[in-house]
């Protein structure tokens, strides 16, 4: 059973930004191009969620066989590290 609750005024903000941002990412194509390379983006998928129990923001980010997570008390600072995960993956691919 989902439990919702009330967030700051802030946090409803971000999340709605977030959302915005992740409807965004979907009507785009689905492939960046950098440094005259093309990376495949088509198969990442982030998740994320409030704990109310933990007081938490979780998320997880998964791609092909990579798999990472963390969790914040701080939405700027969950939805920062998702930003850092992702930006690690596309300089691995742009390596290989």
Known sequence: MIKYTSYPETHTKLLSQYLIM???IRKSE???NVKANTINLSNMQINLWYSPELQQW????TQDREQMSGQQPILRDAMNDVANSVEYLLDIQQVE
Request: proline content about 0%; aromatic content about 10%; glycine content about 0%.
């Open 22 to 24: 992740k409807k965004s």
């Open 58 to 61: 979780r998320w997880t980010l």
């Open 30 to 32: 689905s492939t960046l």
